[in-house]
């Protein structure tokens, strides 16, 4: 298992677009995908869930993968994260 704190710099936070696009890069993994958001734990595949949490531009999440590409994942997940998933 391996996890990087990010911070999201979307204006908008992580509302419908860029919940899609996080969630279209960690469908390309095998691993499991959590973004945790305080006491909040969010499935990362799931657009649904990752609008349903809420997660305003400056809240600092944790990207946690775990499995077999997990590496690969986390470098990808976080870094979309960090370039505001293709909204900035």
């Known amino acids: 298992m391996v996890s990087k704190m990010v911070k999201v710099v979307?204006?908008?936070g992580l509302h419908l677009r860029p919940a899609g696009?996080?969630?279209q890069?960690?469908?390309k993994y095998q691993c499991s995908i959590i973004i945790e958001c305080g006491e909040k734990?969010?499935?990362a595949k799931s657009v649904l869930n990752v609008m349903a949490?809420?997660?305003k531009q400056g809240t600092?999440?944790?990207v946690i993968?775990?499995?077999v590409d997990e590496e690969a994942a986390l470098q990808d997940v976080a870094g979309a994260i960090e370039r505001g998933l293709?909204?900035?």
């Open 10 to 12: 979307n204006p908008s």
């Open 21 to 23: 696009v996080l969630s």
């Open 25 to 27: 890069t960690a469908m």
């Open 41 to 43: 734990k969010v499935v």
């Open 53 to 55: 949490a809420g997660i």
């Open 60 to 62: 600092e999440v944790t």
């Open 65 to 67: 993968c775990d499995g």
């Open 86 to 88: 293709g909204e900035v």
